[in-house]
């Protein structure tokens, strides 16, 4: 008799992540395209990723992680990688962000991007901030946004006003420090 109430408290926490995991991924479908098109400091992508009204791209969501490898963050930040793709996924621009507030209002802040471009039929990420550390942390992103399923939305259904967005070069205050020279 034990276990039945063991059994409906790991299926109500296994539902109750499941959801929640959902309403990130919701947020982030909304907000990254958000936050690239329409942020004062931007537009972050370039019109010719956009031009026929349609962003294509990919995301990637990374929580701080308990036992960072060595190509991971060691500063307890939730972190998100956007890829904005051409049609054929040869080119693109990546935009890293840290995710600093994860209730309404959402707050994202860019604090990375670099070029993807195709050299030698290998994916690459051109200008970049950062050194060699950097640039293995991104390539290592890049290679699993790559085979991410595309997301697609058009000009019109981004929102405008659903975020806070900022970016490195223009950052608002808010609760929680993040120093991009410091990744480690």
């Known amino acids: 008799m034990k ?6 408290l790991f299926l109500v926490a296994s539902f109750s992540l499941a959801a929640r995991a959902q309403d990130s991924a919701a947020t982030l479908r909304a907000r990254i395209p958000e936050c690239a098109v329409h942020i004062k400091d931007g537009p972050w992508v370039p019109k010719e990723f956009h031009g026929d009204g349609v962003l294509r791209f990919t995301y990637l969501y990374e929580p701080p992680k308990k036992n960072p490898g060595e190509y991971d963050y060691r500063n ?29 209002p959402i707050h994202l802040r860019i604090v990375n991007n670099g070029h993807v471009v195709t050299r030698q039929a290998k ?14 942390h991104l390539m290592r992103r890049l290679a699993r946004l790559k085979t991410l399923p595309l997301q697609t939305m058009t000009l019109q259904e981004i929102p405008e006003r659903g975020a806070t967005c900022d970016s490195y070069a223009h950052a608002t205050e808010d609760s929680l420090s993040y120093d991009a020279s410091h990744p480690q």
């Open 76 to 104: 307890g930040t939730h972190n998100v990688y956007a890829v904005f793709w051409n049609r054929g996924r040869t080119k693109g621009e990546l935009l890293q962000f840290v995710w600093l507030r994860r209730t309404a």
């Open 3 to 8: 276990r039945c109430p063991r059994l409906v």
């Open 123 to 136: 994916l690459d990420i051109d200008d970049a901030l950062g050194g060699v550390w950097t640039h293995e």
